[in-house]
């Protein structure tokens, strides 16, 4: 069992930033990988970001490619979503998602993320 706790989410104008975090813990030894989503109002979940737990690399979808930033940080089984230059169209609850070794997907809980002036 992996359990997710999601953080950092709020309300921001448009062109600012967030950091959002997503500490992770339970059988951090079978990690795979992490993820970040989001969900509209209306819309279905979509992919936003990713990151290898033993590499590091990444991949982000082109909505959010030059200004999101996926890391980890091993020492303390977390990762984090920074988010710059925000739209309205970034407003979404996160979702961040862990996959274990064994292909088992874990979800944490979301957080509000909300762009406006």
């Known amino acids: 069992q992996v359990q997710l706790v999601e953080s950092g989410g709020g309300l921001v104008q448009p062109g600012g930033s967030l950091r959002l975090s997503c500490a992770a813990s339970?059988?951090?030894?079978?990690?795979?990988?992490m993820a970040w989503y989001r969900q509209a109002p209306g819309k279905e979940r979509e992919f936003v970001a990713t990151?290898?737990?033993?590499?590091?690399?990444?991949y982000y979808a082109d909505s959010v490619k030059g200004r999101f930033t996926i890391s980890r940080d091993g020492a303390k089984n977390t990762v984090y979503l920074q988010m710059n230059s925000l739209e309205s169209e970034d407003t979404a609850v996160y979702y961040c998602?862990?996959?274990?070794?064994?292909?088992?997907?874990?979800w944490g809980q979301g957080t509000q993320v909300t762009v406006s002036s």
């Open positions: 998602s862990a996959r274990t070794s064994s292909s088992t997907y874990y």
């Open positions: 339970g059988s951090i030894f079978r990690l795979y990988n």
């Open positions: 990151i290898s737990w033993s590499d590091g690399s990444t």
